[in-house]
T-cell receptor, first 112, second 112 residues
Framework: GESVGLHLPTLSVQEGDNSIINCAYSNSASDYFIWYKQESGKGPQFIIDIRSNMDKRQGQRVTVLLNKTVKHLSLQIAATQPGDSAVYFCAESYNAGNMLTFGGGTRLMVKP | EAGVAQSPRYKIIEKRQSVAFWCNPISGHATLYWYQQILGQGPKLLIQFQNNGVVDDSQLPKDRFSAERLKGVDSTLKIQPAKLEDSAVYLC??????????FGPGTRLTVT
């Protein structure tokens, strides 16, 4: 399959550790943010989203933190597993989820 | 429910040739998106449809790219003539509300 992230920043973690992936967004008017996971040869898969009226949202093993002051978004993955290995993209929107702008992506590699 | 379907999965053409990609969104999803993903980058929105009307096509290179969604369901994206820099994965996504987008597996285009 297609290799998505040949030249992307890479985060390498040990299985069972927590992972933190960071993203700086560009538009101060953005009010909706999403994290996507993309495995090789597949389309992006929704992980978690957050609106600008919140600063934290939790899902199953994942937490998204939003700092609007410095336009920073982070994704925390608890107890990282080999199946979490993929490229992770943040995306922002200023129009209720329409017209998403994706960031450059981070490759997460989980060592067994 | 069935996911977003795309065909073909892979296509190799020579520059100056034409090519078309097909997308079938998830049933009931009114909004359909086409993205271009160049290797190592995040997806870039090309065009967004709401039913069979265009919501945004500001990043579509209209001199060579065209897209249609005649009956508000399936969509085709065409490139004519193709250039080397069009080599990328073309992703189709759909959504019901405009928030969470579901992506298809993509069509990998190689222009030689």
């Amino acid at each position: 399959g297609e290799s998505v992230g040949l030249h992307l920043p890479t985060l390498s973690v040990q299985e069972g550790d927590n992972s933190i992936i960071n993203c700086a967004y560009s538009n101060s008017a953005s009010d909706y943010f999403i994290w996507y996971k993309q495995e090789s040869g597949k389309g992006p898969q929704f992980i978690i989203d957050i609106r600008s009226n919140m600063d934290k949202r939790q899902g199953q093993r994942v937490t998204v933190l939003l700092n609007k002051t410095v336009k920073h978004l982070s994704l925390q993955i608890a107890a990282t597993q080999p199946g979490d290995s993929a490229v992770y993209f943040c995306a922002e929107s200023y129009n209720a989820g329409n017209m998403l702008t994706f960031g450059g992506g981070t490759r997460l590699m989980v060592k067994p | 429910e069935a996911g977003v379907a795309q065909s073909p999965r892979y296509k190799i053409i020579e520059k100056r040739q034409s090519v078309a990609f097909w997308c079938n969104p998830i049933s009931g999803h009114a909004t359909l998106y086409w993205y271009q993903q160049i290797l190592g980058q995040g997806p870039k929105l090309l065009i967004q449809f709401q039913n069979n009307g265009v919501v945004d096509d500001s990043q579509l290179p209209k001199d060579r790219f065209s897209a249609e969604r005649l009956k508000g369901v399936d969509s085709t994206l065409k490139i004519q003539p193709a250039k080397l820099e069009d080599s990328a994965v073309y992703l189709c996504a759909s959504s019901r509300t405009g928030d969470e987008q579901y992506f298809g597996p993509g069509t990998r285009l190689t222009v030689t």
